[in-house]
């Protein structure tokens, strides 16, 4: 993408620091996990954090792993989009290749299907732009929300408004602790695939209090304000959770 006259000065910028930053940068896997038909929560949540973690943590050339568990509240209504989510990081996507196939990686691809509905699984690979650079203490909560752009905006143009002009104006938000978005990496989109999400955002609060409260700041008021920007016109699918550091 060029910066052609009309184009922000804003998303210009961002995108040539993506350019600048793209060879760098580690690779995160973000995957999103909705629990098999008739496990428990409780069960559910067990499993995952303890016979399953142990398995996944015994990968090679895994440098961080971390769950993120939906919180009881989310579940007071309805179902929530997912009861969590789980984040890896890679070195790079060589790393990744190199061990597929190793007998850990098979080992915790094969125990995905006693806990999680794989009818639900799925997964994007992703770039992290950290936009607030805060540091969540003991029992902050993070929001994570599901991003789809506008059908009518390109991936490119669509992530450098997100980082360029969106994601300093929620930065201001001053409950918000921690601030990360998600870039799904441009090999989702090759061959007319279309990945599940365009990005992920993730939020943190000190409390699910401080989250309720950001949401009556004219700081809020603005973010909300610009979505229609770059992102559809449809419900954004979130969940708030407590994260389980493992790696």
């Known amino acids: 993408m060029e910066c052609r006259p009309g184009r922000r000065r ?24 909705k629990r098999k038909p008739g496990m428990a929560l409780e069960d559910f949540r067990r499993y995952w954090l303890n016979e399953h973690a142990n398995i996944v943590r015994k990968m090679p050339e895994l440098k961080r792993y971390v769950q993120s568990h939906t919180l009881e509240s989310g579940y007071r209504k309805h ?21 597929a196939d190793t007998p850990q990686s098979r080992a915790a691809a094969d125990d995905d299907a006693n806990f999680i509905d794989m009818s639900k699984f799925d997964f994007v690979l ?10 969540p203490s003991a029992g902050a909560v993070k929001m994570v929300a599901f991003l789809s752009r506008k059908p009518t905006t390109e991936v490119d143009i669509f992530q450098a ?11 201001k938000v001053p409950q ?8 799904v990496r441009k090999s989702a989109y090759a061959a007319g695939r279309s ?6 955002a993730e939020s943190w609060f000190a409390s699910v ?25 449809t419900p954004i699918p979130f969940i708030i959770a407590e994260e389980h550091l493992i790696v």
């Open 10 to 33: 804003g998303v210009c910028s961002a995108t040539a620091r993506a350019r600048r930053e793209r060879k760098s940068r580690v690779v995160k896997v973000l995957y999103f996990i």
């Open 79 to 99: 179902e929530p989009v997912y009861d969590g989510i789980a984040e890896l990081w890679y070195e790079d996507t060589a790393a990744m290749r190199r061990i």
């Open 126 to 135: 992703a770039d992290e732009v950290v936009q607030k650079d805060g540091h």
């Open 161 to 171: 408004y997100w980082r360029g002009m969106h994601g300093p104006l929620a930065s």
């Open 176 to 183: 918000l602790v921690r601030y990360v978005q998600c870039h």
């Open 195 to 200: 990945p599940r999400y365009d990005g992920v």
């Open 209 to 233: 209090e401080a989250t309720r409260e950001s949401g009556q700041t004219p700081e809020y008021l603005a973010v909300r304000n610009d979505e229609p920007n770059f992102l559809a016109p």
